[in-house]
Nanobody, 123 residues
Framework: QVQLVESGGGLVQAGDSLRLSCLAS????????MGWFRQVPGKEREFVAA????????YYEATVTGRFFISRDNAENILFLQMNALKPEDTAVYYC????????????????WGQGTQVSVSS
């Protein structure tokens, strides 16, 4: 059973940085494409960033490009999201996701999800 556990969320001020982590278990981590999504109340969950199985390919949502950086450590089964220059509009619950299929990941339909971690950015 795939388990994805996010951590690192919190309350910060605009312009600050945060690094989210996602510890994966129950899967061969290095086989999976990984991603981050976010959701605010009343809105659909949206794609943030994805990294392919070996860490060489990445893809970002336009509003986070240049501010957020996704990476992974296949030896430790951990996915990261480094978030810099945070804005109030980045406030959301951030979810880690896993899928063997890259297309499903970037289409916003990965098979496995974590429970989420709250990120709040004050102005």
């Amino acid at each position: 059973q795939v388990q994805l556990v996010e951590s690192g969320g919190g309350l910060v001020q605009a312009g600050d940085s945060l690094r989210l982590s996602c510890l994966a278990s129950g899967l061969t981590f290095s086989d999976y494409n990984m991603g981050w999504f976010r959701q605010v109340p009343g809105k659909e969950r949206e794609f943030v960033a994805a990294v392919d199985w070996n860490g060489y390919g990445t893809y970002y949502e336009a509003t986070v490009t240049g501010r957020f950086f996704i990476s992974r450590d296949n030896a430790e089964n951990i996915l990261f999201l480094q978030m810099n220059a945070l804005k109030p509009e980045d406030t959301a619950v951030y979810y880690c996701a896993a899928d063997l299929n890259w297309g499903r990941m970037v289409a916003g339909q990965p098979r496995d999800w974590g429970q989420g971690t709250q990120v709040s950015v004050s102005s």
